[in-house]
């Protein structure tokens, strides 16, 4: 495959009788001009390694005394450029180009309605074509005048060249023009009628743009113009090329050069300059080094690279995922206030073709006063999708141009974590994010218990008057004896005793929520348990809440204490998400189960607190023995 994701390039020839195809095929094979011709010349196949663009290139003769007009109908369709020929001192055959050939390639090969792509995602646009004058050594002068406005009637002429296939002049420049045209393609990028760069060609132009302004001051500074070269084409500009650039853009444009360096409109500028100046091959080689394709939407493979995730396993953001994401905060937290306000976010996400965070955040993530996502926010946010939907990340990832040297995809952003449930190991659990299902019947104080979790109170829940749109998650970085931890909490409602799907189930922790004023509310809870986590290796935590509003006895076998520690799980936590009254330690009870799965009380019996301090003990050995992802991490806890 060559460099442009083609297999090869099929170059065909047509016009009149003796204008000189057959001439110009054998002119270019043997170097010189061949004084006897046969009426077609055997298709040939020139390698990659001798064509400009490295793509193996056919080349096809057409002839009308030898072939008929299946013949020529067939190889049209083969074919992925024409060049078509007329003779310079043959009046009669430049009339035929516009009188047969043109109307014929155009029923044969019509253009597509939209973007050059059918509904299949075929390519169906219609065919490129070199227009060449051969036998240019019996005009003393050349006489492009008489083509230019048929290359101007005709969007699909590529080019016009005038050649000799007997003095040699402008052969190997017509076959590379016709292998460019299907290269690296004029329409996709420019309307000529209106010496202008397409409306998909700007927008993908622009996200480049905003992806190379690394500092996000709407300039590209000589250091960032330099990564973006390097990037594109493997090499830096000194100092001299970089001004010259400039020069040339404030020549022509008002506003292309600002005082930190070329602006968007200069990028473009320049941009237009390459084509019009026929070196589209350098901002398709940009495009393509974005991720877009020959209709410039970014590539599936772009977009999607090959991620295989295992049953039982999770995705979560490496160390370079992660300073990735940071750097993107930091540099479009403008005013440095440690959170991203709606235009800050907006800008971070423009590269995006949608912004894919909604007004929600606020009640998925910690945010500030105002709603706008702090640092932590933001990373519980981008963990919460990538546990979720990673495919989803691996989108947004590409949009917003991840890329570390070496690799060309957004995998090394990504890690795939194995369950850590199963086997009742006592090592420390080396994944970062947990999801927690926070489960029990309808009207328990759910919503509210994952809400307590950003900290929100039942009283600023009630006055927002946003129960029916409040999220399923919520996502929350928490310490862990010195570790950086996101909790996930999912908002499952039971509907009944046996009413939950093992999606339902399967988490790392279950905290399985009853009402402490209502005495028929635990009788749920505990037939939950007992039907669907007593035989697993889930950590499961019960957590009884209205607790201010004082316990009532429950109407069941046994008192919820006795119930645990009957089962070996921790005592029932007391929770109430009244202001004055909520309190973390219940997540960090949730977070330190998940992060720590073997643990359970069961190895002491008696009073939760002597529980809990031996869990400490043994967690803080733990800790000192592995601290990579604490280090990982440790960045986001000065967010
Ligand atoms: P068909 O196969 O009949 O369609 O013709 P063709 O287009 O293949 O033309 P061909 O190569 O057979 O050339 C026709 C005549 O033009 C021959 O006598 C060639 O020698 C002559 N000829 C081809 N190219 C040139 C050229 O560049 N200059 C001059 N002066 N004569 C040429
Ligand atoms: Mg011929």
């Given at each position: 495959m060559g460099p442009f994701g083609r297999q090869d390039v099929r170059i065909l020839l047509l016009g009149e009788r003796g204008v000189g195809k057959t001439s110009l095929i054998l002119s270019l094979v043997s170097e010189e001009f061949p004084d006897v011709v046969p009426p077609r010349a055997e298709e040939i196949t020139i390698p990659a390694d001798v064509t400009p663009e490295q793509v193996p290139t056919h080349i096809v003769d057409f002839s009308e005394s030898e072939q008929t007009e299946q013949d020529l109908a067939r190889e049209v369709q083969r074919a992925d450029v024409v060049c078509l020929v007329y003779a310079v001192d043959d009046t009669h055959s430049l009339q035929q180009i516009t009188e047969r050939w043109l109307p014929l390639l155009q029923s044969l090969r019509p253009a597509s309605k939209e973007d050059g792509e059918s509904q299949s995602g075929e390519i169906v646009s219609a065919i490129p074509i070199i227009l060449v004058g051969n036998k240019s050594d019996l005009l003393e002068q050349g006489n492009m005048e008489s083509v230019l406005p048929i290359m101007n009637h005709y969007a699909e002429i590529e080019t016009c060249v005038e050649c000799s296939a007997r003095t040699l002049r402008n052969i190997s420049e017509m076959f590379y023009y016709a292998q460019k045209a299907v290269l690296h393609p004029t329409a996709p990028l420019y309307i000529a009628e209106d010496r202008e760069l397409t409306e998909k060609c700007k927008r993908a132009l622009r996200r480049i743009f905003a992806i190379c302004d690394r500092d996000g001051d709407g300039s590209l500074s000589d250091a960032e113009l330099n990564a973006f070269q390097q990037r594109c084409f493997g090499t830096s500009l000194q100092n001299r090329a970089l001004e010259d650039v400039r020069n040339v853009v404030r020549r022509h444009t008002n506003d292309g050069v600002g005082s930190n360096g070329l602006t968007l409109s200069g990028f473009l500028f320049l941009h237009r300059l390459f084509i019009q100046r026929g070196r589209h091959e350098t901002t398709w080689t940009v495009l393509r080094k974005f991720g877009y394709d020959d209709y410039l939407n970014l590539s599936r493979d772009y977009l999607h690279p090959p991620l295989r995730v295992p049953p039982g396993c999770n995705t979560e953001f490496s160390a370079s995922g992660w300073a990735f994401l940071v750097q993107l905060f930091e540099q479009h937290d403008k005013d440095k206030d440690g959170a991203l306000n709606t235009q800050e976010l907006a800008s971070l996400f423009s590269p995006c073709s949608i912004m894919p965070w909604g007004q929600n955040l606020k009640y998925s993530v910690p945010t500030n006063t105002q709603g706008w996502p702090t640092l932590k926010g933001y990373m519980a946010q981008w963990s919460l999708m990538t546990y979720l939907d990673v495919r989803r990340t691996c989108e947004l990832l590409a949009y917003l141009g991840y890329h570390t040297a070496?690799?060309?995809?957004?995998?090394?952003?990504i890690t795939v974590t194995k369950a850590q449930r199963s086997g009742g190991s006592k090592k420390r659990n080396t994944r970062t994010v947990f999801m927690g299902h926070v489960i029990g019947p309808p009207g328990v104080g759910k919503t509210t218990f994952c809400q307590g979790l950003l900290g929100r109170t039942i009283d600023e829940i009630d006055t927002s008057n946003l129960w029916c749109e409040l999220p399923r998650y919520v996502a929350r970085q928490l310490s862990v004896y010195g570790q950086s931890k996101i909790l996930l909490l999912h908002d499952v409602d039971a509907l009944g005793a046996d009413s939950l799907s093992p999606q339902q189930v399967s988490c790392d922790v279950a905290c399985l929520v009853y009402d402490?004023?209502?005495?028929?509310?635990?009788e749920h809870v505990a037939r939950l348990y007992l039907k669907y986590f007593a035989e697993t290796s889930i950590p499961v935590l019960i957590v009884a809440s209205k607790w201010e509003s004082g316990p009532v006895r429950q109407q069941?076998?046994?008192q919820p204490e006795t119930f645990c520690r009957k089962h070996r799980i921790p005592p029932p936590h007391g929770f109430s998400a009244k202001a004055g009254r909520l309190q973390s330690d219940v997540y960090i009870k949730l977070a330190t189960m998940s992060s720590f799965?073997?643990?359970?009380?069961?190895?002491l019996s008696g009073n939760s607190s002597a529980i809990w301090i031996r869990a400490v003990v043994g967690l803080a050995a733990a800790t000192a023995l592995g601290l990579i992802v604490a280090r990982t991490i440790r960045r986001l806890n000065i967010g």
């Open positions: 070496g690799t060309d995809n957004q995998l090394s952003a402490a004023t209502d005495e028929h509310s635990f069941y076998l046994q799965p073997s643990w359970r009380p069961s190895m």
